[in-house]
């Protein structure tokens, strides 16, 4: 099998909050955790099998500013060649900073010259921190300053509001790793397919060790866009806890008077969810559908990775 | 979802007395297990100087009054008035005030073991004792070491052994060395599931039905082979009783967990709430009206669910049983071959129980069949305590 290999710069000025993310997200961390974390110096580099086939090269580049001199200054052809996806994090209560803006103009410059297909995210973090009724304008604010600074960007970024205390990390970070999965499309049309077989509302595909969306289906209207990623937070903590007490997660199983949910581990590096408000459709028949079809869901994953 | 939960008349319910030095983390404990305020944000809690009183009227075992009584240094802040469901009262008034004490079933004594006050802890520790006993003798008390997430296993130990000795000791000097045995210490931070199990265990001593819970528990336990069995309260995520088998930590912990995210998944999936939510606008939800609309529709419990509460505008309390479901039922798989089965079996009320899996899969129907031989046994229970507290 060939290797694709994808490499992410994850920038931003010390103590924004990245390696604490990248340890939330990869490194099965609680977010209490992170508050032990040291700044990192120079550049931790770790690979990630995702989905198996996908391996990420993070890059996690330390903020002081001595090392952000240095990035794009003299490592600037080393960090900023190559490059699939750079993740730019702003502190929500230091967005003002014009050092923090100026650094990150150059690190837009350095990748519009060097890796000009590279798609940019810009996180505004620690959202947790602002005032709920002062979240919306201080992103919508903060975006738009994002904007004038990167308009040399070939592809514009596109910008988050993000805290690792709720799902916003998970709706975040699974749009950046969907956005290296190049045919989500055909994968959604099968779990259309699936859905519609099942005669279920919705069917969700998560990737299995994270947690994060990568792709859905639904046959049914549902109010809130980001369930998915509610659903990620849910079980991610769940599976922490069930690593506490030395077991792993497997399946859960739901029904009230509206719903039956299972969620099942499916594919070798997947999980599915499947929500069903048939009253006819019965639990066994959904689990014995699920299995039936992992096979091929098996071989569709492997073709969309190539 | 039934009727409103307020089975007692108010002056029926049992009142736990919550004090301790200010800072100590009586509001944030407060908040953490009644208001579902996720503990990072206990950091924004304004340290205040009046005395609170909350209804708790959750599920028919989980029914008392709590007061927050905020530790006051000295006298300064005796003029500080406070008004709470048309009773005024200053904080010096019912600090000395006995009778405030006579009302009490327990008392819940927090201590900061962060902070370098423990003298001075100690002394209003004391002070509490003596005033509570003399006017309640059979009061329960109880000594939170808290903030523990600071301290290694071995630290905790150390903590507790050190109080224990000191307050042994002082106890025995003013002739009340009786009451030593019946004070407990636990161990809590609100940032681990230790401050739910200590509460759990405080609730329970005030609780008439504990031993008939615990023996129709075992019974459940016994025939079906199961491992353990918690009966939550699912509002507060407090266990109201368990058989009679030792409780290990992690099981409470795990059980714990599902319960909580059997209620995050339904919330997000019940129409209901989503209806509710659109009705409301959102934005008017907030203090008393919040009580009332959660009561009014079908609701009672307090607080709002972590998942609903992320929602901007501080979203509408939901009535979080599960939602606005009943009948829920849920089974949660581990790789150590063990079962999680949880079932709905009254109001507000969720039998959380450990299995083997194995057992699951040969004995589902016996399960099943005993589990429905235990709600109707709870429902006797439940009946029988209404009509006597009417
Ligand atoms: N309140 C809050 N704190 C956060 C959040 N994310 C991270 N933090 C805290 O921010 C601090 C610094 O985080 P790090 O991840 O080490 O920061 P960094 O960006 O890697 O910093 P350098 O390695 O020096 O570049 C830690 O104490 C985290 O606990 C968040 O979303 N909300
Ligand atoms: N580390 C830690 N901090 C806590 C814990 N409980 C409360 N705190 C913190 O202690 C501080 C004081 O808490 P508060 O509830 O206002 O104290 P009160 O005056 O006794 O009501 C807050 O900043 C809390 O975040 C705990 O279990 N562990
Ligand atoms: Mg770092």
Known sequence: MVQDKKKLLLMGKSGAGKTSMRSIVFANYVPRDTERLGATIDVE?????????????????????????????????????????????????????????????????????????????????????????????????????????????????ECFSTSIWDETLYRAWSSIVCSLVSNVSTLEANLRALCV?????????????????????????????????????????????????????????????????????????????????????????????????????????????? | AGARNELFAAGKKPNIMMTGLPRSGKTSILSVLFQKVSPHETLFLDSSDKVVKHEIENSAFCQFQLWDVPGVNGSSNAANAFSHTGASLSVHSVVSNDSVFSDCAAVIFVIDVTSEETDEALQRLHHTITRAVATNPNVFIEVFIHKADALTEEQKVQCQRELQGRIDEELEEVGLPGVSARIRYRATSIFDHSVYEAFSQVVQNLIPETHTLESMLDFLVNNCGMEKAFLFDVVSKLYVATDSTPVHPEDFELCSDMIEVIIDVSCIYDSGLQDAARASGNAQWSGADAENAGTGSGGGGNGSSSAAAADSNRAPPPPVNFGYQTHSSATIRLSNNMVLYLKEVSNYLALCCIVRSDVFDAALGLIEYNVGVFKEGLQRVIQYRVDSNR
Not at chain 1, 76 to 83: A, K, L, S
């Open chain 1, 197 to 306: 077989a099942c005669e279920a509302d919705e069917v969700v595909l998560f990737e299995r060790a994270t947690f994060l969306v990568i792709a859905q289906a639904h046959t049914k209207p549902h109010e809130d866009v980001h369930r998915f990623e509610k659903i990620s937070n849910i079980i991610k903590q769940f599976k922490l806890s069930c690593n506490k007490s030395r077991s792993q997660f497997e399946s859960l199983q739901l029904q009230n008077e509206s719903i039956t949910a299972l969620i099942d581990n499916f594919t070798q590096y997947t999980c599915v969810m499947l929500i069903t408000s048939d009253r006819r459709a019965r639990p066994a028949i959904t689990t014995f559908n699920v299995h039936n079809v992992r096979d091929y869901f098996e071989r569709l994953l492997e073709q969309v990775l190539d």
């Open chain 1, 45 to 157: 580099r770790s690979h990630i099998r995702f989905l198996g086939d996908l391996v990420l090269s993070l890059w996690d580049c330390g903020g002081q500013d001595s090392f952000m001199e240095n990035f794009v200054g003299a490592q600037r052809e080393n960090v900023f060649n190559g490059v699939a996806v750079m993740i730019y994090v702003f502190d929500a209560e230091f967005r003002q900073d014009p050092k923090d803006m100026s650094y990150f103009r150059m690190c837009c410059e350095s990748i519009a010259a060097k890796s000009p297909q590279c798609r940019v995210f810009c996180l505004v973090h620690k959202m947790d921190l602002i005032h709920e009724e002062n979240r919306e304008s201080v992103f919508a604010e903060q975006s738009s300053a994002i904007r004038r600074v990167s308009h040399m960007l070939p592809v514009p970024a």
